[in-house]
Protein backbone atom coordinates (compact mmCIF):
# COMPACT_ATOMS: atom_id res chain seq x y z
CA UNK A 1 0.00 0.00 0.00
CA UNK A 2 2.52 2.26 0.90
CA UNK A 3 4.79 1.66 -2.00
CA UNK A 4 1.23 2.25 -4.53
CA UNK A 5 1.31 5.26 -2.62
CA UNK A 6 4.78 6.54 -3.05
CA UNK A 7 4.83 5.25 -6.11
CA UNK A 8 1.60 7.90 -6.99
CA UNK A 9 3.47 10.50 -5.31
CA UNK A 10 6.95 9.95 -7.35
CA UNK A 11 4.89 10.23 -10.50
CA UNK A 12 2.79 13.02 -9.75
CA UNK A 13 5.59 14.72 -8.48
CA UNK A 14 7.45 14.03 -11.71
CA UNK A 15 4.95 15.55 -13.91
CA UNK A 16 4.58 18.57 -11.80
CA UNK A 17 8.38 18.90 -12.08
CA UNK A 18 8.56 18.77 -16.17
CA UNK A 19 6.23 21.08 -16.09
CA UNK A 20 7.96 24.03 -13.98
CA UNK A 21 11.22 22.85 -16.02
CA UNK A 22 9.49 24.24 -19.14
CA UNK A 23 7.87 27.03 -17.72
CA UNK A 24 11.23 28.22 -16.55
CA UNK A 25 12.68 27.93 -19.97
CA UNK A 26 12.49 32.00 -19.73
CA UNK A 27 15.12 31.90 -16.99
CA UNK A 28 17.54 29.22 -18.31
CA UNK A 29 20.24 31.82 -18.34
CA UNK A 30 19.62 32.37 -14.45
CA UNK A 31 22.29 30.83 -12.42
CA UNK A 32 20.82 27.63 -10.26
CA UNK A 33 21.38 26.56 -6.51
CA UNK A 34 23.77 23.68 -6.25
CA UNK A 35 23.45 20.92 -5.54
CA UNK A 36 19.92 20.63 -7.09
CA UNK A 37 18.77 17.65 -8.31
CA UNK A 38 15.66 16.34 -9.95
CA UNK A 39 11.86 16.24 -8.50
CA UNK A 40 13.70 16.96 -4.76
CA UNK A 41 15.31 20.47 -6.49
CA UNK A 42 17.26 21.95 -3.53
CA UNK A 43 15.57 20.07 -1.33
CA UNK A 44 18.18 18.38 0.87
CA UNK A 45 19.57 21.30 2.33
CA UNK A 46 16.52 20.87 4.69
CA UNK A 47 15.50 17.84 4.88
CA UNK A 48 16.43 16.60 8.40
CA UNK A 49 18.17 19.35 9.21
CA UNK A 50 17.71 21.48 12.77
CA UNK A 51 16.15 25.19 12.67
CA UNK A 52 18.82 26.68 12.87
CA UNK A 53 20.61 24.79 9.91
CA UNK A 54 17.84 25.50 8.07
CA UNK A 55 18.01 29.75 8.74
CA UNK A 56 21.78 29.04 8.19
CA UNK A 57 21.43 27.16 4.92
CA UNK A 58 18.91 29.79 3.23
CA UNK A 59 20.32 32.61 4.09
CA UNK A 60 23.67 31.32 3.20
CA UNK A 61 22.44 30.46 -0.39
CA UNK A 62 20.63 33.34 -0.41
CA UNK A 63 23.74 35.26 -0.19
CA UNK A 64 24.73 35.08 -3.81
CA UNK A 65 26.05 37.27 -5.42
CA UNK A 66 23.86 37.11 -9.18
CA UNK A 67 21.37 39.78 -9.01
CA UNK A 68 18.59 36.96 -9.95
CA UNK A 69 19.04 33.21 -9.29
CA UNK A 70 17.02 30.14 -9.47
CA UNK A 71 16.34 28.23 -6.12
CA UNK A 72 14.32 24.87 -6.37
CA UNK A 73 11.76 24.04 -3.28
CA UNK A 74 11.12 20.14 -4.78
CA UNK A 75 9.41 20.74 -8.05
CA UNK A 76 8.98 24.42 -7.48
CA UNK A 77 11.10 26.63 -8.66
CA UNK A 78 11.61 30.31 -6.91
CA UNK A 79 13.37 33.51 -8.99
CA UNK A 80 15.42 34.78 -5.95
CA UNK A 81 16.98 37.97 -5.53
CA UNK A 82 18.64 40.34 -2.41
CA UNK A 83 19.18 43.24 -4.82
CA UNK A 84 17.37 46.74 -4.17
CA UNK A 85 16.70 47.13 -7.74
CA UNK A 86 15.20 43.92 -8.40
CA UNK A 87 13.34 43.78 -5.50
CA UNK A 88 11.99 46.96 -6.39
CA UNK A 89 10.99 45.86 -9.71
CA UNK A 90 9.15 43.14 -8.66
CA UNK A 91 7.26 44.85 -5.43
CA UNK A 92 6.34 47.45 -7.94
CA UNK A 93 4.99 46.17 -10.46
CA UNK A 94 1.34 45.68 -10.52
CA UNK A 95 1.19 41.95 -12.47
CA UNK A 96 3.37 40.25 -9.51
CA UNK A 97 1.20 40.91 -6.53
CA UNK A 98 -0.43 37.58 -5.86
CA UNK A 99 0.80 35.81 -3.11
CA UNK A 100 2.50 31.89 -3.86
CA UNK A 101 0.42 28.56 -2.91
CA UNK A 102 2.80 28.98 0.99
CA UNK A 103 0.57 31.25 2.02
CA UNK A 104 -2.58 29.15 1.65
CA UNK A 105 -1.58 26.84 4.07
CA UNK A 106 -2.16 29.53 6.84
CA UNK A 107 -5.65 29.00 5.86
CA UNK A 108 -6.73 32.76 5.97
CA UNK A 109 -7.50 33.20 2.37
CA UNK A 110 -9.54 36.34 2.76
CA UNK A 111 -7.78 37.75 5.46
CA UNK A 112 -5.03 40.96 3.77
CA UNK A 113 -1.77 38.86 4.29
CA UNK A 114 -2.88 35.79 2.77
CA UNK A 115 -5.10 36.74 0.05
CA UNK A 116 -4.91 35.86 -3.58
CA UNK A 117 -4.79 38.65 -5.80
CA UNK A 118 -8.72 39.40 -6.68
CA UNK A 119 -9.61 39.46 -3.46
CA UNK A 120 -6.75 41.30 -2.06
CA UNK A 121 -7.08 43.91 -4.55
CA UNK A 122 -10.40 44.56 -3.13
CA UNK A 123 -10.10 44.28 0.40
CA UNK A 124 -7.16 46.84 0.43
CA UNK A 125 -8.47 49.50 -0.92
CA UNK A 126 -11.08 49.35 1.29
CA UNK A 127 -9.11 48.79 3.87
CA UNK A 128 -6.13 51.13 3.45
CA UNK A 129 -8.94 53.90 4.95
CA UNK A 130 -9.19 51.92 8.22
CA UNK A 131 -5.22 52.67 8.96
CA UNK A 132 -5.31 56.68 7.81
CA UNK A 133 -3.62 59.00 10.26
CA UNK A 134 -6.64 60.27 11.92
CA UNK A 135 -7.28 56.97 12.84
CA UNK A 136 -3.80 55.84 14.25
CA UNK A 137 -3.87 58.84 15.73
CA UNK A 138 -6.51 58.39 17.94
CA UNK A 139 -5.46 54.75 19.21
CA UNK A 140 -2.48 56.54 21.11
CA UNK A 141 -3.51 56.75 24.20
CA UNK A 142 -4.28 53.12 24.34
CA UNK A 143 -0.47 52.90 23.21
CA UNK A 144 0.13 55.17 25.52
CA UNK A 145 -1.75 53.47 28.44
CA UNK A 146 -0.58 49.74 27.60
CA UNK A 147 2.76 50.83 27.43
CA UNK A 148 2.46 52.36 30.77
CA UNK A 149 1.06 48.68 31.94
CA UNK A 150 4.32 46.94 30.74
CA UNK A 151 6.62 49.28 32.31
CA UNK A 152 4.39 48.84 35.72
CA UNK A 153 4.45 44.94 35.37
CA UNK A 154 8.47 45.18 34.49
CA UNK A 155 9.26 47.22 37.69
CA UNK A 156 7.52 44.97 40.11
CA UNK A 157 10.08 42.19 38.67
CA UNK A 158 13.31 41.76 40.97
CA UNK A 159 16.30 43.89 40.19
CA UNK A 160 19.24 42.47 38.70
CA UNK A 161 17.45 39.68 37.09
CA UNK A 162 17.76 39.08 33.32
CA UNK A 163 14.68 38.20 31.75
CA UNK A 164 13.23 37.46 28.60
CA UNK A 165 11.79 41.01 27.74
CA UNK A 166 10.73 39.88 24.14
CA UNK A 167 7.74 37.74 26.59
CA UNK A 168 6.64 41.31 27.91
CA UNK A 169 6.65 42.85 24.65
CA UNK A 170 5.34 40.28 23.20
CA UNK A 171 2.21 40.79 25.96
CA UNK A 172 2.59 44.85 25.33
CA UNK A 173 1.67 44.56 21.90
CA UNK A 174 -0.42 41.87 21.87
CA UNK A 175 -2.25 44.26 24.05
CA UNK A 176 -2.27 46.50 22.33
CA UNK A 177 -3.29 44.82 19.25
CA UNK A 178 -6.51 43.56 20.99
CA UNK A 179 -7.60 47.10 22.41
CA UNK A 180 -7.78 48.29 19.01
CA UNK A 181 -8.89 45.55 16.80
CA UNK A 182 -11.44 44.01 18.50
CA UNK A 183 -11.81 46.68 21.82
CA UNK A 184 -11.19 43.90 23.84
CA UNK A 185 -9.12 44.31 27.19
CA UNK A 186 -6.89 41.46 27.59
CA UNK A 187 -6.56 41.65 30.75
CA UNK A 188 -10.33 41.52 31.97
CA UNK A 189 -10.98 38.77 29.12
CA UNK A 190 -8.91 35.39 29.46
CA UNK A 191 -10.40 34.41 26.37
CA UNK A 192 -8.23 36.79 24.49
CA UNK A 193 -5.39 35.46 25.66
CA UNK A 194 -6.31 32.28 24.78
CA UNK A 195 -7.30 32.88 21.18
CA UNK A 196 -3.80 34.20 21.23
CA UNK A 197 -2.06 31.42 21.96
CA UNK A 198 -3.98 29.51 19.72
CA UNK A 199 -3.59 31.51 16.70
CA UNK A 200 0.54 31.75 17.28
CA UNK A 201 0.50 27.98 17.65
CA UNK A 202 -1.17 27.61 14.49
CA UNK A 203 1.37 29.74 12.96
CA UNK A 204 4.32 27.96 14.30
CA UNK A 205 2.69 24.71 12.62
CA UNK A 206 2.46 26.48 9.61
CA UNK A 207 6.08 28.09 9.80
CA UNK A 208 7.47 24.13 10.09
CA UNK A 209 5.98 23.34 6.83
CA UNK A 210 7.34 26.00 4.67
CA UNK A 211 10.84 23.87 4.39
CA UNK A 212 9.20 20.66 5.26
CA UNK A 213 8.85 20.08 1.18
CA UNK A 214 6.53 16.47 1.33
CA UNK A 215 4.42 18.14 3.44
CA UNK A 216 3.17 21.08 0.91
CA UNK A 217 0.94 18.31 -0.31
CA UNK A 218 -2.01 18.84 1.80
CA UNK A 219 -2.88 15.06 1.48
CA UNK A 220 0.10 13.81 3.01
CA UNK A 221 0.17 16.57 5.49
CA UNK A 222 -3.33 15.26 6.39
CA UNK A 223 -1.35 11.98 7.62
CA UNK A 224 0.67 13.88 9.77
CA UNK A 225 0.52 14.74 13.96
CA UNK A 226 0.91 18.44 13.34
CA UNK A 227 -2.14 18.62 11.03
CA UNK A 228 -4.27 16.87 13.86
CA UNK A 229 -3.03 19.82 16.15
CA UNK A 230 -3.71 22.36 13.62
CA UNK A 231 -7.33 21.00 13.14
CA UNK A 232 -7.72 20.96 16.95
CA UNK A 233 -5.90 24.69 17.57
CA UNK A 234 -7.78 26.01 14.64
CA UNK A 235 -11.50 24.65 15.90
CA UNK A 236 -11.19 25.57 19.44
CA UNK A 237 -9.48 29.29 18.62
CA UNK A 238 -12.62 29.61 16.17
CA UNK A 239 -15.09 29.45 18.91
CA UNK A 240 -13.13 31.81 21.13
CA UNK A 241 -12.86 34.20 18.07
CA UNK A 242 -16.70 33.71 17.19
CA UNK A 243 -17.93 34.81 20.86
CA UNK A 244 -15.41 37.90 21.17
CA UNK A 245 -16.89 39.06 17.55
CA UNK A 246 -20.33 38.57 18.18
CA UNK A 247 -19.34 40.30 21.49
CA UNK A 248 -18.72 43.37 18.98
CA UNK A 249 -21.69 43.00 16.97
CA UNK A 250 -23.79 43.28 20.32
CA UNK A 251 -21.89 45.95 21.45
CA UNK A 252 -22.22 47.88 18.17
CA UNK A 253 -25.65 47.44 17.77
CA UNK A 254 -26.10 48.82 21.05
CA UNK A 255 -24.44 52.12 20.19
CA UNK A 256 -25.72 55.14 19.80
CA UNK A 257 -24.90 57.32 16.81
CA UNK A 258 -22.19 59.79 17.79
CA UNK A 259 -21.48 63.27 16.05
CA UNK A 260 -17.74 64.03 14.41
CA UNK A 261 -17.50 66.85 17.60
CA UNK A 262 -18.29 63.83 20.07
CA UNK A 263 -14.90 61.76 18.45
CA UNK A 264 -12.89 64.11 19.18
CA UNK A 265 -10.96 65.07 21.97
CA UNK A 266 -9.34 67.84 23.58
CA UNK A 267 -5.79 66.92 21.91
CA UNK A 268 -7.30 66.77 18.34
CA UNK A 269 -6.93 62.77 18.57
CA UNK A 270 -10.36 60.83 17.64
CA UNK A 271 -11.64 58.47 20.06
CA UNK A 272 -10.50 55.26 18.56
CA UNK A 273 -12.06 53.29 16.12
CA UNK A 274 -11.51 50.06 16.45
CA UNK A 275 -10.78 48.04 13.50
CA UNK A 276 -13.50 45.42 13.99
CA UNK A 277 -16.46 48.34 13.94
CA UNK A 278 -14.93 49.57 10.78
CA UNK A 279 -15.11 46.52 9.50
CA UNK A 280 -18.64 46.10 10.38
CA UNK A 281 -19.34 49.01 9.00
CA UNK A 282 -17.98 47.67 5.78
CA UNK A 283 -19.91 44.46 5.66
CA UNK A 284 -23.31 46.41 6.78
CA UNK A 285 -22.33 48.37 3.96
CA UNK A 286 -21.96 44.84 1.76
CA UNK A 287 -18.83 45.92 0.65
CA UNK A 288 -17.25 42.79 2.97
CA UNK A 289 -18.45 39.09 3.41
CA UNK A 290 -18.44 37.34 7.21
CA UNK A 291 -15.83 35.54 6.24
CA UNK A 292 -13.45 38.63 5.56
CA UNK A 293 -14.30 39.98 8.61
CA UNK A 294 -13.19 37.10 10.21
CA UNK A 295 -9.86 36.53 8.27
CA UNK A 296 -9.18 40.12 8.84
CA UNK A 297 -9.68 39.80 12.59
CA UNK A 298 -7.31 37.02 12.65
CA UNK A 299 -4.78 38.66 10.27
CA UNK A 300 -4.67 41.91 11.64
CA UNK A 301 -4.14 40.33 15.32
CA UNK A 302 -1.20 38.07 14.61
CA UNK A 303 0.67 40.51 11.89
CA UNK A 304 0.47 43.49 14.12
CA UNK A 305 1.47 42.04 17.79
CA UNK A 306 4.35 39.08 17.37
CA UNK A 307 5.51 41.07 14.62
CA UNK A 308 6.22 44.33 16.87
CA UNK A 309 6.83 43.03 19.80
CA UNK A 310 9.73 40.51 18.12
CA UNK A 311 10.95 43.45 17.22
CA UNK A 312 11.19 45.50 20.53
CA UNK A 313 12.80 42.51 21.79
CA UNK A 314 15.60 42.84 19.68
CA UNK A 315 15.25 46.60 19.98
CA UNK A 316 15.75 46.40 23.48
CA UNK A 317 18.92 44.15 23.57
CA UNK A 318 20.82 46.71 21.49
CA UNK A 319 20.01 49.69 23.73
CA UNK A 320 21.21 46.99 26.85
CA UNK A 321 24.55 45.92 24.29
CA UNK A 322 25.45 49.24 23.20
CA UNK A 323 25.08 52.10 26.41
CA UNK A 324 26.22 55.08 23.81
CA UNK A 325 23.22 54.36 21.76
CA UNK A 326 20.86 54.33 24.75
CA UNK A 327 22.29 57.19 26.66
CA UNK A 328 21.34 59.45 22.84
CA UNK A 329 17.97 57.95 22.62
CA UNK A 330 16.94 58.29 25.87
CA UNK A 331 18.79 62.26 26.05
CA UNK A 332 16.37 62.82 23.21
CA UNK A 333 13.47 61.28 25.17
CA UNK A 334 13.79 62.95 28.16
CA UNK A 335 14.43 66.26 25.92
CA UNK A 336 11.23 66.06 24.06
CA UNK A 337 8.81 64.68 27.09
CA UNK A 338 10.56 66.27 30.35
CA UNK A 339 10.17 64.28 33.61
CA UNK A 340 8.91 66.74 34.98
CA UNK A 341 5.96 66.67 33.28
CA UNK A 342 3.76 63.30 32.62
CA UNK A 343 4.17 62.26 29.27
CA UNK A 344 1.80 63.59 26.69
CA UNK A 345 1.99 62.06 23.43
CA UNK A 346 1.00 64.72 20.68
CA UNK A 347 1.31 63.93 16.69
CA UNK A 348 3.87 66.44 16.55
CA UNK A 349 5.85 65.63 19.19
CA UNK A 350 6.34 61.89 18.05
CA UNK A 351 7.71 62.85 14.99
CA UNK A 352 10.60 64.59 16.71
CA UNK A 353 11.79 61.78 18.43
CA UNK A 354 14.12 61.75 15.17
CA UNK A 355 17.18 59.56 16.60
CA UNK A 356 14.53 57.33 18.51
CA UNK A 357 13.04 56.65 14.90
CA UNK A 358 17.13 56.02 13.63
CA UNK A 359 17.48 53.92 16.29
CA UNK A 360 14.20 51.61 15.25
CA UNK A 361 14.82 51.84 11.95
CA UNK A 362 18.06 50.34 12.74
CA UNK A 363 17.07 47.68 14.35
CA UNK A 364 14.59 46.65 11.63
CA UNK A 365 18.14 46.68 9.05
CA UNK A 366 19.66 43.84 11.42
CA UNK A 367 16.83 42.11 12.53
CA UNK A 368 14.19 42.77 9.73
CA UNK A 369 11.21 40.62 11.73
CA UNK A 370 9.38 39.16 8.26
CA UNK A 371 13.50 37.93 6.69
CA UNK A 372 11.75 36.30 3.31
CA UNK A 373 9.23 37.80 1.33
CA UNK A 374 7.85 35.99 -1.71
CA UNK A 375 5.47 36.96 -4.61
CA UNK A 376 3.77 35.08 -7.26
CA UNK A 377 3.29 36.82 -11.36
CA UNK A 378 -0.58 37.38 -11.24
CA UNK A 379 0.35 38.03 -15.08
CA UNK A 380 3.26 37.80 -17.43
CA UNK A 381 5.50 40.97 -17.44
CA UNK A 382 9.08 41.84 -18.12
CA UNK A 383 12.05 41.73 -15.89
CA UNK A 384 15.79 42.50 -16.49
CA UNK A 385 15.22 41.84 -20.25
CA UNK A 386 13.01 38.42 -19.23
CA UNK A 387 9.45 37.39 -20.27
CA UNK A 388 8.03 36.67 -16.97
CA UNK A 389 4.97 33.72 -17.38
CA UNK A 390 2.04 34.62 -15.34
CA UNK A 391 2.67 31.53 -11.82
CA UNK A 392 6.22 32.18 -12.01
CA UNK A 393 7.40 32.83 -8.28
CA UNK A 394 9.69 34.77 -6.66
CA UNK A 395 11.30 35.27 -3.01
CA UNK A 396 13.13 38.49 -1.96
CA UNK A 397 15.52 38.07 0.48
CA UNK A 398 15.08 40.80 3.04
CA UNK A 399 17.50 39.49 5.52
CA UNK A 400 20.73 39.36 2.98
CA UNK A 401 19.62 42.64 1.47
CA UNK A 402 19.90 44.83 4.61
CA UNK A 403 23.31 42.99 5.00
CA UNK A 404 24.76 43.96 1.49
CA UNK A 405 28.34 45.55 2.01
CA UNK A 406 27.58 46.73 -1.43
CA UNK A 407 24.83 48.72 -0.12
CA UNK A 408 25.30 49.03 3.25
CA UNK A 409 29.06 49.86 2.65
CA UNK A 410 31.97 47.80 4.84
CA UNK A 411 30.66 47.91 8.44
CA UNK A 412 27.25 46.45 6.86
CA UNK A 413 27.63 43.97 9.95
CA UNK A 414 27.98 46.63 12.49
CA UNK A 415 24.86 48.25 14.59
CA UNK A 416 24.89 52.04 13.55
CA UNK A 417 21.61 54.00 13.76
CA UNK A 418 23.54 56.82 11.64
CA UNK A 419 22.63 54.31 8.80
CA UNK A 420 19.90 56.27 8.99
CA UNK A 421 20.99 59.72 9.09
CA UNK A 422 19.25 62.23 6.38
CA UNK A 423 22.59 62.48 4.63
CA UNK A 424 23.33 58.72 4.34
CA UNK A 425 19.87 57.78 3.56
CA UNK A 426 19.73 60.18 0.38
CA UNK A 427 22.75 58.24 -1.01
CA UNK A 428 21.01 55.06 -0.79
CA UNK A 429 18.84 52.91 -3.44
CA UNK A 430 15.01 53.59 -2.09
CA UNK A 431 14.82 49.86 -1.98
CA UNK A 432 17.73 49.17 0.03
CA UNK A 433 15.31 48.78 2.79
CA UNK A 434 12.23 47.11 3.00
CA UNK A 435 11.67 45.25 6.87
CA UNK A 436 7.68 46.47 5.78
CA UNK A 437 8.18 45.09 2.15
CA UNK A 438 7.38 47.29 -0.34
CA UNK A 439 4.84 48.84 -3.43
CA UNK A 440 1.69 48.51 -2.78
CA UNK A 441 1.34 44.91 -1.47
CA UNK A 442 3.19 46.29 1.72
CA UNK A 443 2.35 46.23 5.00
CA UNK A 444 -0.69 48.31 5.87
CA UNK A 445 0.50 48.66 9.96
CA UNK A 446 4.04 49.97 9.34
CA UNK A 447 3.17 53.68 10.78
CA UNK A 448 0.63 51.77 13.53
CA UNK A 449 3.78 50.14 13.95
CA UNK A 450 6.48 52.99 14.03
CA UNK A 451 4.16 54.68 16.65
CA UNK A 452 3.29 52.03 18.80
CA UNK A 453 6.82 50.82 18.90
CA UNK A 454 8.47 54.47 19.69
CA UNK A 455 5.61 54.89 22.29
CA UNK A 456 6.79 51.70 24.12
CA UNK A 457 10.31 53.08 24.10
CA UNK A 458 10.12 56.52 25.63
CA UNK A 459 7.73 54.84 28.28
CA UNK A 460 10.96 51.98 28.84
CA UNK A 461 13.58 54.56 28.99
CA UNK A 462 12.00 56.55 31.02
CA UNK A 463 11.78 54.55 33.63
CA UNK A 464 15.07 52.18 33.12
CA UNK A 465 18.54 51.38 32.22
CA UNK A 466 19.44 47.91 30.09
CA UNK A 467 22.12 46.39 30.60
CA UNK A 468 23.01 42.52 29.56
CA UNK A 469 25.29 39.94 29.88
CA UNK A 470 24.58 38.84 26.51
CA UNK A 471 26.64 39.90 23.13
CA UNK A 472 25.10 40.45 20.01
CA UNK A 473 27.22 37.02 18.57
CA UNK A 474 24.96 35.22 20.82
CA UNK A 475 21.90 35.84 18.62
CA UNK A 476 21.38 32.46 16.67
CA UNK A 477 18.65 31.78 14.57
CA UNK A 478 16.24 29.22 13.14
CA UNK A 479 14.09 29.05 10.19
CA UNK A 480 10.39 30.32 10.72
CA UNK A 481 8.24 32.57 8.93
CA UNK A 482 9.51 35.19 11.21
CA UNK A 483 13.37 36.29 12.44
CA UNK A 484 13.06 34.14 15.74
CA UNK A 485 16.68 33.64 17.86
CA UNK A 486 16.92 30.23 19.45
CA UNK A 487 18.04 32.32 22.67
CA UNK A 488 16.12 34.85 23.38
CA UNK A 489 17.18 38.34 24.30
CA UNK A 490 18.36 38.50 27.98
CA UNK A 491 18.33 42.27 29.54
CA UNK A 492 18.95 43.48 33.10
CA UNK A 493 16.85 46.34 34.11
CA UNK A 494 17.69 48.80 36.45
CA UNK A 495 14.90 51.07 37.60
CA UNK A 496 16.01 55.33 36.88
CA UNK A 497 15.73 57.06 40.10
CA UNK A 498 14.15 60.46 39.50
CA UNK A 499 17.28 62.14 40.77
CA UNK A 500 19.65 59.95 38.10
CA UNK A 501 17.51 60.75 35.12
CA UNK A 502 17.78 64.53 35.76
CA UNK A 503 20.87 63.90 35.68
CA UNK A 504 20.78 63.02 32.22
C1 LIG B 1 7.65 45.74 13.38
C2 LIG B 1 6.43 45.56 12.99
C3 LIG B 1 6.00 45.00 11.67
C4 LIG B 1 6.74 44.52 10.63
C5 LIG B 1 8.26 44.43 10.52
C6 LIG B 1 5.83 44.13 9.58
C7 LIG B 1 6.21 43.62 8.35
C8 LIG B 1 5.33 43.24 7.36
C9 LIG B 1 5.73 42.76 6.06
C10 LIG B 1 7.16 42.59 5.60
C11 LIG B 1 4.60 42.49 5.35
C12 LIG B 1 4.51 41.92 3.95
C13 LIG B 1 4.45 40.43 4.04
C14 LIG B 1 4.49 39.76 2.72
O1 LIG B 1 4.46 40.39 1.68
O2 LIG B 1 4.55 38.53 2.72
C15 LIG B 1 3.48 42.80 6.21
C16 LIG B 1 2.16 42.66 5.84
C17 LIG B 1 1.11 42.97 6.64
N1 LIG B 1 1.17 43.53 7.91
FE1 LIG B 1 2.84 44.06 8.91
N2 LIG B 1 4.55 44.35 10.01
C18 LIG B 1 4.61 44.90 11.26
C19 LIG B 1 3.54 45.32 12.03
C20 LIG B 1 2.23 45.27 11.62
C21 LIG B 1 1.12 45.81 12.37
C22 LIG B 1 1.26 46.57 13.69
C23 LIG B 1 -0.02 45.49 11.69
C24 LIG B 1 -1.45 45.80 12.02
C25 LIG B 1 -1.89 46.38 13.10
C26 LIG B 1 0.38 44.77 10.50
C27 LIG B 1 -0.49 44.26 9.57
C28 LIG B 1 -0.11 43.70 8.37
C29 LIG B 1 -1.04 43.20 7.36
C30 LIG B 1 -2.56 43.19 7.48
C31 LIG B 1 -0.28 42.76 6.28
C32 LIG B 1 -0.78 42.22 4.93
C33 LIG B 1 -0.83 43.40 3.95
C34 LIG B 1 -1.24 43.07 2.53
O3 LIG B 1 -0.88 42.01 2.00
O4 LIG B 1 -1.92 43.91 1.93
N3 LIG B 1 1.75 44.67 10.49
N4 LIG B 1 3.95 43.27 7.43
Not at 312 to 326: C, F, K, T
Not at 475 to 487: A, C, E, K, T
Amino acid sequence: MILILLSIILALSLVQYIRFQRKMSFAKNLPTVQPCYPVVGNGLMFLGKSGEERFNNLSGVLKNSAKLFKLWLGVYPFICTSDPGMAQKIFTNPNCMEKPFIYDFFKLEYGLFAAHYNVWKKQRKLLNLTFNQKILNGFVPIFDRCAQNLVQTLAALPEGKSINITDYMNRCTLEMVCATTIGSDLNKNPGVNKLMTLIIGVFNLVSARILNIPLYWERIYRLTKDYRKEVLMRTEGYSYANQILQDAVDRRSKQVARTESDETDDDGYRRPQIFVDQLLELHEGNKLEDIEVNDNVYTIIVAGSDTSGTELGYAALMLALYPDIQEKVHREIVEIFPLEDPVNFKPESLKQLEYTEMFIKECLRLYPVVPNLMREANAEFELDGMKVPKGTYFLVSIYNMHRKKEVWGPNADKFDPENFSPDRCKERHPFAFLPFSGGNRNCIGSRYAMISMKIILVHLLRSFTLSTKMKSEDLRFYFDGMLRSINKPQVILERRTFASLCVN
